[in-house]
């Protein structure tokens, strides 16, 4: 059995200290199954967990990143079956909140549905200058699969995202980016190299800082202004006594 009759499966290139996961279903433009996303959360897991791994990217196979959920895959009217899939889509994101290491998705050609929206939780959105990005699902008469209608909000506005959502509009790269669903635009065919250098900048930074960094973005976010600052200076505090740093600080003032 093939990876599109068994539903794609997730590819997986280590580049130095950058582990590369691929979503691979490329005769369905990489659309996702449960499968899929199975797999995806395991390996976003081994790579928290490996030492070696300092930054994940998140890309499709071939020229697309992504062109949804895998609906021939789907069984019309199972809700038992809907919500399993819903569970697998969700394992993704809270996993992806929940690593230590940061993960950049590059969203090149279609980028769409489920597979926007997984890369809605990454840290980092970066997009090939031609892609085409959206969340269309609407126009099926679902809604989103992965957080499209919590996390999307958060990074572009309500009415940005209802917009989105109700009209199933397909945006550029640089529409995406005005908009703050991305956060960098670059050429196609620059794209994953430039991520690559992105990624060994992040990997080039002490670890501890980076996790402390990250926990801390995530954690404000339902926070009182108050009760996060105190949590930065705790983190702060933390740090700034760390082996680690204290060696960097040593470094830096004998310039």
Same mark, same amino acid.
């Given at each position: 059995?093939?990876?599109?009759?068994?539903?794609?499966?997730?590819?997986?290139?280590?580049?130095?200290?950058?582990?590369?996961?691929?979503?691979?279903?490329?005769?369905?433009?990489?659309?996702?199954?449960?499968?899929?996303?199975?797999?995806?959360?395991?390996?976003?897991?081994?790579?928290?967990?490996?030492?070696?791994?300092?930054?994940?990217?998140?890309?499709?196979?071939?020229?697309?990143?992504?062109?949804?959920?895998?609906?021939?895959?789907?069984?019309?009217?199972?809700?038992?079956?809907?919500?399993?899939?819903?569970?697998?889509?969700?394992?993704?994101?809270?996993?992806?909140?929940?690593?230590?290491?940061?993960?950049?998705?590059?969203?090149?050609?279609?980028?769409?549905?489920?597979?926007?929206?997984?890369?809605?939780?990454?840290?980092?959105?970066?997009?090939?200058?031609?892609?085409?990005?959206?969340?269309?699902?609407?126009?099926?008469? *679902?809604? =989103?699969?992965?957080?499209? #209608?919590?996390? %999307?909000?958060? &990074? +572009?506005? @309500?009415?940005?995202? !209802?917009?989105?959502?109700?009209?199933?509009?397909? *945006?550029? =790269?640089?529409?995406?980016? #005005?908009?703050? %669903?991305?956060? &960098? +635009?670059? @050429?196609?065919?620059? !794209?994953?190299?430039?991520?690559?250098?992105?990624?060994?900048?992040?990997?080039?930074?002490?670890?501890?800082?980076?996790?402390?960094?990250?926990?801390?973005?995530?954690?404000?976010?339902?926070?009182?202004?108050?009760?996060?600052?105190?949590?930065?200076?705790?983190?702060?505090?933390?740090?700034?006594?760390?082996?680690?740093?204290?060696?960097?600080?040593?470094?830096?003032?004998?310039?």
């Amino acid at each position: 059995m093939n990876n599109e009759e068994s539903g794609g499966t997730i590819l997986k290139l280590q580049n130095g200290k950058i582990t590369w996961l691929i979503l691979s279903n490329p005769k369905r433009l990489n659309s996702i199954s449960e499968r899929m996303a199975d797999l995806l959360a395991q390996e976003l897991e081994k790579a928290d967990s490996d030492s070696q791994t300092k930054v994940v990217i998140l890309r499709g196979e071939g020229d697309n990143y992504s062109s949804g959920a895998d609906l021939s895959k789907f069984e019309t009217g199972n809700r038992i079956k809907a919500m399993e899939f819903r569970n697998s889509m969700n394992r993704v994101v809270l996993t992806m909140n929940s690593m230590k290491k940061p993960v950049i998705a590059l969203l090149h050609g279609y980028s769409l549905g489920g597979g926007l929206e997984i890369a809605e939780s990454a840290d980092i959105r970066i997009a090939g200058s031609s892609a085409k990005i959206g969340q269309p699902e609407i126009k099926i008469g *679902i809604n =989103a699969g992965a957080g499209g #209608n919590v996390i %999307l909000p958060k &990074l +572009v506005g @309500r009415g940005r995202a !209802l917009y989105l959502m109700l009209t199933g509009q397909i *945006i550029t =790269a640089e529409h995406a980016m #005005n908009w703050g %669903l991305v956060d &960098l +635009v670059f @050429r196609d065919e620059e !794209l994953f190299s430039k991520a690559q250098e992105i990624a060994e900048n992040i990997a080039g930074m002490p670890e501890e800082t980076i996790s402390t960094c990250k926990r801390l973005v995530y954690e404000s976010q339902n926070l009182t202004v108050e009760d996060a600052l105190k949590r930065e200076s705790e983190g702060f505090a933390d740090l700034f006594t760390s082996p680690e740093t204290m060696k960097r600080i040593d470094k830096f003032l004998k310039r």
